[in-house]
């Protein structure tokens, strides 16, 4: 039947997509280093990204710290070899347009005894040095990242007071620093901005397969533009509200429940679409609550990627990334929009089928979390 199309496109997405679950985007951060002969990248590597059989997992979790601390030497090695290996698969660094050669240190192996840095999650992480050379003839450094889809390159240009920090998608690049002829460095000033924007938009778009959910959820009740305008941006303030007070470390919820909590947002979403056909007060006060849950889920990965910078540079970064996620739920609605067009003579009942979706998928999500992670 013609009036399916639109929940069936939904569901090959969400089916294509590998299953709901919460987003989180994999990153790669490091902090460049200006020494007087050498150029560095220094940062702690997740050593689950690193290795082939943990790296593209989805949803996969991190090592334990203690369990590769008591690991054996040969698999130590192994863990060595293999981040190295990636990193040279992810990361290409230039001087004047061409490649140059760099290295990669590892300090944590020289400890007596061998041990990682601390992580209050426990989580594995493998302090990492990537070494060039100092270039002496004037040119610009670049690094080039080929990471994939869903990851990040994440780079401090200069020392935490004064510094900024860059993030770039996959087959983009970032200018480090450019030497003169006289043989002064200077760092160039960064278009962050449109990077943090970028950010946010992939964090929905096409990552985001709870928040994709959701506001498709707020659709179906009334696909009204200036309702749904109205609806979103109070999710994006709600969201943005609770996002900077989890970066700040003002805030902190266990990822499990609130994964749980997400879930159970997209659900109740779906199920108030079934029992109510207008937007009154109460949706308005549930798409605010939901944001602030929401806004806390987003905080899990963003607060990762500022975490060298003081809090006097975060408004920056907050306030692109909240843009660019509002820019990704406007092109979410544009899309649905489109969807339903075609279909607008049966719009009740994509409006029902589509929310009976949101809700399932929701309940389903849901279970899975409570009773089988």
């Known amino acids: 039947m013609r009036i399916s199309v639109f929940v069936a496109v939904i569901s090959v997405y969400f089916g294509i997509a590998g299953g709901l679950r919460a987003h989180q985007v994999e990153t790669v951060e490091f902090e460049f280093q200006k020494l007087e002969k050498h150029w560095r990248l220094v940062g702690e590597m997740d050593i689950a990204y690193m290795l082939p059989e943990t790296r593209k997992v989805k949803g996969g979790l991190p090592l334990s710290?203690?369990?590769?601390?008591?690991?054996?030497?040969?698999?130590?090695?192994?863990?060595?070899?293999?981040?190295?290996?990636?990193?040279?698969?992810?990361?290409?660094?230039?001087?004047?347009?061409?490649?140059?050669?760099?290295?990669?240190?590892?300090?944590?192996?020289?400890?007596?005894?061998?041990?990682?840095?601390?992580?209050?999650?426990?989580?594995?992480?493998?302090?990492?040095?990537?070494?060039?050379?100092?270039?002496?003839?004037?040119?610009?450094?670049?690094?080039?990242?080929?990471?994939?889809e869903e990851s990040e390159l994440i780079i401090l240009t200069e020392d935490s007071e004064n510094g900024e920090i860059v993030s770039v998608q996959p087959g983009g690049e970032i200018l480090l620093m450019t030497v003169e002829a006289t043989g002064v460095t200077t760092t160039p000033?960064?278009?962050?901005?449109?990077?943090?924007?970028?950010?946010?938009?992939?964090?929905?778009?096409?990552?985001?397969?709870?928040?994709?959910?959701?506001?498709?959820?707020?659709?179906?009740m009334v696909p009204k533009w200036k309702l749904l305008l109205q609806q979103s941006l109070m999710f994006t303030l709600a969201h943005s509200i609770t996002l900077a007070l989890a970066v700040f470390g003002l805030l902190d919820i266990p990822q499990h429940l609130l994964q749980i909590l997400i879930a159970l947002s997209i659900a109740f979403i779906g199920v108030e679409n079934l029992l109510s056909q207008k937007v009154g007060k109460l949706r308005l006060f549930m798409v605010l609550g939901f944001g602030l849950v929401h806004g806390i889920g987003y905080a899990s990965g963003f607060a990762d990627k500022l975490k060298g910078l003081p809090r006097s540079q975060l408004i920056g970064p907050l306030l692109s990334f909240n843009l660019g996620v509002e820019l990704a739920q406007v092109t979410v609605l544009v899309v649905a929009f489109l969807l339903i067009w075609p279909l607008r003579k049966w719009t009740r009942n994509v409006q029902l089928y589509g929310s009976i979706f949101v809700a399932l998928a929701g309940f389903v999500w849901m279970i899975e979390l409570i009773f089988f992670k």
């Open 189 to 220: 000033e960064q278009a962050t901005m449109s990077g943090w924007i970028e950010s946010g938009y992939r964090h929905v778009v096409p990552v985001g397969m709870d928040h994709i959910l959701f506001i498709l959820g707020l659709f179906l």
């Open 65 to 148: 710290r203690e369990g590769v601390m008591k690991a054996q030497p040969q698999e130590l090695a192994r863990i060595r070899r293999e981040t190295e290996n990636t990193l040279r698969g992810i990361i290409r660094i230039t001087f004047s347009g061409k490649e140059i050669p760099w290295r990669v240190e590892f300090p944590d192996f020289d400890k007596k005894p061998f041990s990682l840095p601390e992580e209050a999650a426990d989580w594995a992480l493998l302090t990492t040095r990537v070494v060039m050379d100092a270039q002496s003839q004037a040119g610009e450094l670049r690094v080039h990242w080929s990471g994939e």
